[in-house]
């Protein structure tokens, strides 16, 4: 199996070892499944309404849930998910200014075409992911991952027991925090599944704070669902290049597209593809003490 066929499995495949350092570091930091993040989220701290959780340094604390919403019969219960779209495990940033993941136009990082093609935030191996090259983008002040808590049955886990880092299906969530200040903004992306090379991200990025006050509700309307223009597209879940299907046919060799970023919608490619505000729900939680 040539390089090239390697690189581009799905997230099944992918470093053990670095999905299993981010499983559980990086998503709901406690001892729960991830199968607890399909509650809803920050249900405590609307009970004690003392005032958000502000450090020394004037950040805030932020609870971020991402949930899948799709529903669970958007393709033929014959296709690869069994009908259903899967959010894989992401990569995150707090940063000032635009999405520093992407730019519509401009060619993806290899990081990016990691995640978007297989599903690691970590990136191919041998190659830097999206947690490695996120630190260096201007105006980044912190870099994260969001994967599932542990490993577990569905709707967390519709791989079955892929060690650490498994996609959710409808109904299941991620969960993170952040800390954050005046000013900062959220950036994250999560490859959409099946799909050869598509990923939510917002776009503009997500503001955290309106007029010097933290941010707290729901905060979806500007996700996105985009094309990174490094696969040639297929028929989501039939295709045998596209995920989850190339991990388990060697792994083909495709060219792009267009070679660059763009809204899936502006692709033209005739497949069908759910709606950003259909895929994913992203919500802000103030921290309270």
């Known amino acids: 199996m040539s390089p090239q066929s390697t690189r581009r499995r799905f997230i099944a495949v992918a470093s053990s070892s670095a999905a299993v350092g981010l499983a559980g570091c990086l998503g709901g930091g406690d001892d729960n499944s991830s199968a607890d993040n399909t509650g809803s989220a920050g249900e405590d701290s609307s009970s004690t309404d003392i005032g958000a959780d502000v450090d020394a340094d004037g950040e805030t604390t932020f609870l971020i849930r991402i949930e899948n919403v799709a529903p669970t019969d958007f393709y033929g219960s014959d296709t690869a998910t069994g009908g259903q779209v ?7 940033a707090v940063h000032e200014g635009e999405n520093p993941i992407f730019s519509t136009g401009e060619p993806a990082s290899v990081g990016l075409e990691a995640l978007a093609e297989a599903g690691p935030p970590t990136g191919f191996e041998g190659d830097p992911g999206l947690v490695d090259e996120l630190p260096n983008a201007t105006g980044v002040s912190s870099v994260g991952a969001f994967t599932p808590a542990n490993t577990v049955e569905d709707p967390n886990d519709p791989m079955g027991e892929v060690p650490g880092a498994p996609p959710i299906a409808p109904g299941g969530a991620y969960e993170f925090e952040i800390q954050a200040a005046p000013g900062d903004r959220l950036s994250f992306a999560s490859m959409y599944v099946p799909s050869n090379d598509l990923f939510v991200s917002p776009d503009p990025a997500i503001r955290l704070f ?7 509700g729901d905060v ?13 597209n297929g028929e989501p879940g039939i295709d045998t290049a596209g995920a989850p299907l190339q991990g388990q046919n060697g792994g083909a060799t495709v060219g792009p597209t267009e070679g660059v970023v763009y809204p899936a919608d502006r692709v033209n490619d005739g497949f069908r593809y759910a709606q ?12 309270r003490r």
Do not use: C, M
């Open 86 to 92: 899967w959010l894989t495990p992401g990569a995150y």
């Open 210 to 216: 309106e007029e010097g006050e933290p941010v707290s």
């Open 220 to 232: 979806t309307d500007t996700v996105g669902l985009f094309d990174a223009g490094t696969e040639l």
């Open 276 to 287: 950003p505000s259909d895929i994913v729900n992203v919500r802000t939680d103030v921290w």
